[in-house]
């Protein structure tokens, strides 16, 4: 069924996935929960990208690990995220994550299925995303997203991302059960890392007090403009159109803020 949707529109639901996770985080922690500040936490996303790629190169059968560990950890992270983590969120509302997960596990590579399990991955990474931002400076974690993203097209430059990043997406726990370790959408299939940077970009947004919508529709409009590329390329980093509107959000700050000091 994966196939009757076109590449070019599964894609862009991709990117609109993309843009979802980065609107969606709200800001702060949970009173119990531990602040370990630190501009170590900056490292997980480029860190888990480099990781990953020379893991699974070194040991494939990493791989299998990997997908067994999205398919135990996003489900609850998921919960969490319609029931914490995302603005406006109820914890009523982290029990959405149960039929979400049901559906992906009734028909997992059909159109259904990628939506629920892209939903899964999207509020996950929504809940991880606040998290980092509540225990890591955010001028780290914007470091961190552009170093994530010079790393991510270094790899696929250099191809160094292709055979591990093929590996991974072959990767299922068993049969008829989603992989949540990538995100898929008919034809087309993007890195669980790209949901996660995401993420990313619009929890430390939010953390610093400002609405990260307006960065979510930049996400989305250079992930549908970097997406013509395929046009001429097999496989592109999707982490370059985070990282290009948080250069443009934070250029854009910059210029204002020198403006209202003149």
Known sequence: MSQVIPFGLSIMVLGAAQAATTAL???GLPAWVPRPHGIGWALVAPGSILGVVIGIAQFPQLADGLTWLALVAVPPLAAAGAGWAARG???AA????IPL????CIAPRSVAGHV???ALDVLSCVTLGRLLAGVTPAWALKLGIVVAAMVDTALIAGQQLQGPNAVLNAAIPAPHLPQLQLVA???AQMGYGDLFVAGLLGAVLAAEGRDPRPSALLVLAFAWLFDLLFLVADELPATVPVAAALVVVEVRRA??????AA
């Open 25 to 27: 985080p709200g800001a």
């Open 89 to 91: 969120a109820r914890p």
């Open 94 to 97: 982290g029990l959405v994550a």
């Open 101 to 104: 997960f049901a559906a992906a």
């Open 116 to 118: 629920c399990a892209t």
């Open 185 to 187: 959408f008919g034809s």
């Open 255 to 260: 210029a204002r803020t020198r403006s209202r």
